[in-house]
């Protein structure tokens, strides 16, 4: 086959993939608009029907619960050493004189960690260390659970019930009006989550930052937008593991389900899949976004994500093996139309990955093509609707880089929104990069391989972010 050929060939391969990463980029497209367009809709509704005629709310204007509660925060810990410190000194001085306890699970193999989260405890009584009988790592579910039978021994103890249990990670930043507010909620909802702001280090050179960058923008959009969307349409709020609070009779609920055991050793997602299993209970979820005062920052939790590929990419993997994989056998489809929805949305993202690859694939042979075909070479024609086919998807694409621009400048500012744009192609790299590996750990875990907790290494800010 000469020249010619290799490059028809060459070409029409760099059609098709590029057609077929279209027509399922159109379909997504279309799905996300639905999406863009309720959470618009409900938003101008509120402006309009609500914020015209009751004040905007704070955490500080919230009216006292009628029952204040004592709330239990669990902070699993596995190698964790080097922030576990930090962390729980800042939360127990942010947290101030409320009703609270936390509960810092470690592992009887791990004296580093123990010993740091032993001397947080010794400068503040409220700080509880529950050293489970099993060598880490496990998985953080089992170490939650841990967690979850030293609060019921404190519970005979003390001769009262938490009321609610909150669940953090060991390098989170937490708001001080946290506690308050899922006080105050938590006797009218079952789960409680508050939006997850990943902190960007401005003194890092931009491009040094595409990686960790690429969670804050992500989070910017869903926290602000997909939540929202997903109560306002009756469907479960899942719960991110972190700055969430669930009620204590909601939990106990499900660890009556199950043996004792609220959160589930057999799954990689334990977090997303409690929310979605206290509202088949019948329990409520609320997704919460309120300032802590007037003009003040939101009360969210705020930490630092993985900067490093292979980090991210394990990270990213697993979040995808337990809820685009496991969470379909798991959970199944359970639920009304926008909650099959919803989960439908969770569970496409391996697929999205084939498709990016197919788009990538597709235009970087395309280029190749154009680049060595000699003078007059005739390029394999788009026919009429192909071509409208491909002018669709950009435009779709260009409607979701303008709303992810707009969400994370307006969380981040202007300068980070329009780093956002081409960050969106490195987390699209790591997407790839991830799919390949949530298959494999997929497919090893269908062959009975061990769950363990697959965790990466965190730091905790130098400087505490303003509230």
Known sequence: MGTEGLLWLLGCGARELMLFAAAFILIGGLDDLIVDLIWAGRSLWRRVAVYTIHR?????????????????????????????????????????????????????????TTEVAAAAATRDPRIRV???????????????????????????????RVKAVALHDAEDVVHPAEIALFDALAGRFDLIQLPVLPLIDADRPFWRRFVSGGYADEFAEAHTKMLVVREALGAAVPAAGVGCAVARGALARIADAAGGRPFDGGSMTEDYELGLRIAEQGGRGIFVRLPGRRGGAAVAVRAHFPNSWDAA????????????????????????????????????????????FAAYAGMAAWLLCGAVAPAGHAAVPFSRHETLLLAATAALLGWRMAFRFAFVAHAYGVREGLYALPRAIVANIVTMLAARRAVARYLRRLRGGALEWDKTDHVFPDRMPAV
Request: charged content about 25%; aromatic content about 8%.
């Open 56 to 112: 905007r709310a704070d955490a500080a204007s919230l009216p006292p619960p009628a029952a204040p509660g004592r709330i239990a925060v669990f902070v699993p810990a596995w190698r964790e050493a080097a922030v576990v410190g930090q962390m729980l000194s800042t939360a127990a001085a942010r947290f101030g004189a409320g009703d609270w306890r936390i509960y810092v699970g470690c592992y009887p193999n791990d004296a580093a």
């Open 130 to 160: 529950v050293i489970g009988p099993r060598a880490g790592p496990t998985t953080k579910a089992d170490n939650l659970n841990h967690l979850w039978a030293a609060l019921l021994r404190d519970e005979v103890k003390d001769g009262r």
């Open 313 to 356: 990419i394990r990270q990213r993997s697993r979040w995808m093996a337990g809820i685009a994989l496991h969470g379909w056998d798991r959970m199944g489809w359970r639920g009304g139309l926008a909650e099959r929805w919803m989960r439908m949305r969770d569970r496409r993202a391996v697929l999205a990955a084939a498709v990016l």
